[in-house]
């Protein structure tokens, strides 16, 4: 088992059908890390994340949690230990956002005591992270795509998992939503010392909010680490095929991601010819051959 980590796979194969996404994949998950996943479309980013929460079996391989194999706990034990917001999440007709957030708490209900106090607490605090608490009467399928988003998080963090699996939690919502999302899984993180693993699109919020990084590429694992670390123009130009310049940001001084020009790809070979990279600490980064 590898040092501090719950939850890790060994020697995985998944695969959808005859179709293989990855194969021999191995993945640590740092304890108490806030870990993002990135990489170009169909590299298995979500596919993995699906791995670790049970939802697709692996053709080969294992995934353990807390030191079992994650297929050998009861369904009901595995969400009391693990929680995902799957990326595309369908409610069911005719429920309320109160509704549905109490179903966060499922697993935690016991045959003879089914709602308690804590239960109406929890419900509450999610409701109020996520800022929907004035939607708690409304309908699920009346809300915007960005409301409901923010109705299933709040599922999930009332589910009260030490484990969160967030399979793009920013998708529908607009960017000052996004960073309102991200700000609280940075602060649940900072401050219940949960562990997040988050699939992003966007490696700027990536490299901001991160403290473990993973980059995909074609189904294998092409670097991981701290953002600080391993973020260079090289390797996003490896995994993302794109020509960038990686200097500091200058809010957070963690990696910003500017992309070259396109008009002028044709003139120069992204932006090495046009000046001195600049790696995450704003000095000048050592070129490879």
Not at 27 to 39: A, E, H, K, L, R
Not at 180 to 206: G, K, P, S
Not at 255 to 265: I, T
């Amino acid at each position: 088992m590898p040092e501090s980590s719950r939850l890790w796979g060994e020697n995985l194969t998944l695969a959808y059908d005859q179709s293989v996404i990855s194969r021999d994949l191995g993945i640590s998950i740092p304890d108490n890390s806030f870990t993002v996943i990135v990489g170009p479309n169909a590299c298995g980013k979500s596919t993995l994340l699906r791995a670790l929460s049970r939802m697709l079996k692996p053709a080969a391989g294992a995934v353990h949690l807390d030191g079992r194999l994650i297929g050998s706990y009861p369904s009901k034990e595995v969400a009391r230990r693990l929680g995902l917001l799957p990326q595309s999440s369908i409610a069911p007709d005719g429920i309320t956002v109160a509704d549905l957030v109490s179903r966060g708490r499922y697993p935690h209900q016991k045959l003879l005591k089914q709602w308690s106090r804590t239960d109406e607490r929890v419900i509450d605090e999610a409701m109020d992270a996520t800022g929907v608490r004035e939607l708690a009467d409304r309908m699920v399928d009346e809300l915007s795509g960005g409301q409901r988003q923010r109705v299933w998080l709040a599922m999930v963090l009332a589910q009260q998992t030490p484990l969160l699996l967030l399979d793009e939690p920013t998708t529908y919502l607009d960017i000052a939503h996004q960073m309102d999302v991200l700000d609280l899984c940075a602060q649940m993180h900072r401050e219940r010392e949960y562990t997040l693993v988050a699939v992003l699109h966007d490696l700027n919020h990536a490299c901001r909010y991160a403290t473990h990084l993973i980059a995909m590429k074609d189904g294998r694992v092409a670097a991981e680490g701290n953002p600080r670390d391993i973020v260079t123009a090289d390797l996003v130009e490896e995994v993302f095929g794109l020509p960038v310049r990686v200097i500091p940001d200058p809010e957070t001084g963690t990696p910003l991601v500017v992309p070259a020009d396109r008009r002028s790809r044709g003139e120069r070979h992204g932006c090495r010819e046009a000046g001195p990279e600049l790696d995450a600490a704003g000095t000048e980064a050592r070129r490879t051959a």
